[in-house]
């Protein structure tokens, strides 16, 4: 008995080619800024008819060059909603001590978010100057900021930003305690590597009373085993 023959598959269609990605209006494409040098950067971020996005990609690239001679430019949209952010992305990289006094100049002029932001900025630099601000900040109403300054004292990390924060610690209370713990622990690990190894002790062992938060009365107890018994650290 002849068995029944299985029809042949039906060839399929090809598949049409994808239709390329829709390009982006004129007025948000990056150009030549994204390779431009300095001086064209300075023109657009001081041409009042850039748009807002030419003038975000210049101080993304401004932070890559980081030349002091965009400061001024860049200081100019710290009070810009829209801009602040990306004006900070191109001031903290640059080493010069202007682009430290232009965040500090900005404090203010500006609230809420922005100046938290700038803080921030201020906290990634390690700037010491800040450090009698970032103290003032601390009974700051606004707990956001209070625990921005608290975190900016820690990076400072020096013997009158540690001051600061120990008299601090037992007056503060919640969140915020915990905030000026993890700047001490901060403040340590930085005098530590420093070459201030008592000092840093000193902070550790600060720590580790039962009236400070158990995170960071475990982080402090952790700091001091590690270094106590540290191969690469010398040892007292």
């Known amino acids: 008995m002849q068995q029944p023959t299985t029809p042949a598959p039906k060839p399929q269609a090809a598949k049409p080619a994808p239709a390329p990605p829709p390009k982006p209006p004129a007025e948000f494409q ?6 431009m040098d300095v ?6 971020l001081q041409d009042p008819n850039a748009t807002e ?3 975000a ?17 860049l200081a100019a949209l710290l009070t810009s909603e829209h801009l602040n952010m990306y004006a900070r992305y191109g001031l903290e990289p640059i080493a010069d001590p202007s682009a430290g006094d232009a965040l500090r100049a900005a404090i ?3 609230k809420g ?3 938290i932001g700038v803080v921030n900025s201020l906290n990634k630099r390690r700037d010491a100057k800040s450090a009698p601000i970032f103290a003032r900040m601390l009974a700051d109403p606004n707990p956001d900021l209070a625990r921005a300054a608290a975190a900016g004292l820690g990076s400072i990390g020096n013997a009158e930003t540690v001051k600061t924060l120990q008299a601090a610690l037992p007056k503060a209370t919640g969140l915020l305690k915990m905030a000026v713990g993890d700047a001490l622990l901060v403040a340590a690990e930085r005098l530590m590597a420093d070459g201030h190894r008592e000092e840093s002790f000193a902070v550790y062992s600060g720590l580790t009373a039962a009236s400070v938060p158990e995170p960071v009365r475990l982080a402090a107890m952790s700091g001091i085993i590690r270094e106590k018994t540290s191969v690469t650290r010398p040892r007292s």
């Open 113 to 115: 978010i922005l100046l």
């Open 30 to 35: 990056e150009g030549a800024i994204a390779t």
């Open 39 to 44: 001086a064209g950067l300075n023109k657009i």
């Open 57 to 73: 990609k210049a101080c993304q690239r401004a932070g890559e060059h980081a030349d002091k001679s965009s400061v001024p430019a």
């Open 53 to 55: 996005f030419q003038k």
């Open 108 to 110: 203010p002029k500006l």
